[in-house]
């Protein structure tokens, strides 16, 4: 049984095929600098890695490479498209219209396309991928797992904004969420940890360029830090995060800045970014804060410090806590940062292990927390893309 996994960005594809008999990946890669000049296809299977520089004008050219290079008899790993069972496609928002992965038709793929307004810059790419694969592969189910669909069992009085009601009924605003693949399968992997019976309090920190937090209660997700868009929450790589809205007036009557202009800026010039003047990728800002950068040092203490509010106040959300897990590319790989997060959260119950910490093996399930803590921590590596490949193989008959 073999599922194709699929996420298509604005200018990139990356792709994985499973065998779902020991979920393990057949092979793997990325098509990059779509519509772009130099882009190109990349497999990499047991064979090795191979690369081909072509044009790729859009998403279906791009689908179109991957296949031919699964099947290329020197490079591939299956004989045809027949050897493709079902195919999985990450799918950003699914709007209020589905709380679960969902087979896609006609009517399905209607109603994707109809929440292209809430996630215009992911969405097309989206719809792009599954048209591409409906038409190259018409034999395999294809279904839609969403980013945002593990965040639908958050109860209203959290998901609302306080605007008026008629203004969520027409427009559809609400606290959705995202990086929901990843919550769910961290999620997961946590309650497997936990083998006590009763209730289960967990906070997932996904901690990457993106960066979101979780409250999973009794295996639900019951709040999330990223909201109507992944720009509110945490302090990011360039997104803001949460910020008094007044502010994009304001600036925008300082710079001449356009509302548009003012939510780019927030997007893709702000977070420890702009703070620091310097990166926005955390190996960048923590080499310049050990050489003494104040800025850097700055923007690791802003990011620290939402992170550490949103864990005391989900804590304080679910009446209680009994694990906190890091996951994603900071999350997982960076022990300083787990440290300063944990750091003086003894009051919530948390005894961190510094040795454990930086003695954590990278792609590892790790406790980080001492044999005494009452609140567990853990360093668990995300699995977005098993997560889409699981979902596919419930609708496969």
Not at 20 to 41: F, H, L, Q, T
Not at 57 to 85: F, W, Y
Not at 350 to 363: E, L, P, V, W, Y
């Amino acid at each position: 049984m073999k599922v194709f996994v699929i996420n298509c960005g604005s200018s990139s594809l990356k792709y994985q095929l499973f065998d779902m008999k020991n979920e393990s990946v057949i092979a793997r890669g990325i098509v990059d600098r779509i519509g772009i000049n130099e882009s190109y296809v990349q497999i990499e299977t047991e064979k090795g890695k191979y690369k081909i520089v072509k044009e790729m004008p859009n998403h279906s050219v791009a689908i179109q490479s991957v296949l031919d290079l699964l099947t290329d008899r020197k490079h591939g790993c299956i004989e045809n498209m027949s050897q493709i069972n079902a195919v999985g496609h990450r799918v950003v928002h699914s709007g209020e219209d589905f709380n679960t992965s969902v087979k896609i038709d006609k009517s399905v793929l209607k109603i994707i396309a109809s929440n292209v307004e809430l996630a215009p810059l992911h969405m097309p790419p989206n719809i792009a991928g599954i048209e591409s694969c409906l038409k190259s592969i018409p034999h395999a189910p294809a279904v839609a797992v969403f980013d945002t669909s593990f965040h639908s069992s958050i109860p209203q009085y959290a998901y609302m904004y306080a605007l008026p009601y008629d203004d969520y009924k027409n427009y559809k605003i609400r606290k959705y969420g995202f990086h929901g693949t990843s919550h769910q399968y961290v999620s997961q992997q946590a309650r497997q940890i936990f083998k006590k019976d009763g209730d289960f309090k967990l906070i997932v920190c996904h901690l990457g360029n993106g960066a979101s937090i979780s409250a999973v209660k009794n295996d639900k997700c019951v709040d999330t830090s990223m909201g109507f868009t992944p720009l509110d929450g945490l302090i990011m790589g360039t997104r803001s995060g949460s910020i008094d809205a007044a502010i994009l007036e304001y600036l925008s009557k300082k710079t001449g800045m356009s509302l548009t202009q003012v939510v780019d800026y927030l997007n893709k010039k702000s977070g420890v970014l702009g703070i620091s003047g310097i990166s926005s990728d955390f190996r960048d800002l923590e080499q310049a804060s050990k050489d003494g950068d104040e800025r850097a040092k700055l923007a690791i203490a802003m990011f620290v410090y939402r992170v550490k509010t949103f864990i005391g106040a989900y804590s304080a959300s679910m009446g209680g806590l009994d694990m906190v897990v890091f996951t994603a590319g900071v999350g997982e790989n960076s022990s300083l940062i787990r440290e300063y997060i944990c750091y003086d959260m003894e009051y919530l119950g948390i005894d961190f292990d510094k040795s454990k910490n930086t003695s954590a093996i990278r792609g590892s399930i790790a406790e980080i927390s001492s044999d005494k803590s009452r609140v567990k921590v853990h360093i668990i590596p995300t699995n977005e893309e098993l997560v889409i490949a699981r979902e596919t193989l419930k609708f496969y008959k």
